[in-house]
């Protein structure tokens, strides 16, 4: 993987913060010091779908450039400072800036499945699809939220459209609803909120 300005950029910014919480790993506040590198990395282009493996040689690089070395602070276990950051990587889903819903719409466009349906159109499918990939991420047994006008926005169809779709997979047994939407002008309100329980008819 090429060592880009910005992967580079987004080193810079979070390294003294990495180091800082590599000195105790003790305390009760202890995290996982390069969560919130991950969350950056995986917005810059090309690096979302990278593997563990290659995000600890990008950090390698990036630390030799910066004039440091691996593992910060007092630990002597690179090992341990290798897994820290992988797991890191591999935990983190959704990069800093995103909804849930843009990591489902990765996810249904990398790994498409078919439902069985009556109503015509591609459309439909992917959004039975992005449904299906979000209710994977969160669990079964989390609400999941479909608003109208972001999925409206991601498959180019008007907000009506979108609310024919969640109709259509009420209809055709693949969205249960199970929390109704609510209005407070306090902005305390809910969305609609469903759960995807459909099963999946074959790969595409």
Known sequence: MKLTSEIMDVFNLHIDNIEAYELDKTGTEYRNPYWALCRRWKGIAGMHDA????????????????????????????????EDLGAAWEAVMIPEGEMP??????????????????????????????AYQLQQMVGKKRIIALPVKPMAGML?????????YRRYAQDDGYLKEVRHYSYNPNGKGCSTGFRFTGKIVSGV
């Open 101 to 130: 819903l843009d990591e489902a719409q990765r996810r249904a466009e990398r790994n498409p499945v078919r439902f069985k349906t009556d109503h015509f159109g591609k459309k439909y499918q992917r959004f039975l699809n992005i």
């Open 156 to 164: 180019h169809r008007s907000e009506m459209r979108i609310s024919d």
């Open 51 to 82: 593997r563990a493996e290659q995000i600890c040689l990008v950090f390698e690089k990036c630390l030799t450039l910066a004039g440091r070395t691996w593992p910060l602070g007092e630990s002597d276990d690179i090992d341990d400072a290798r």
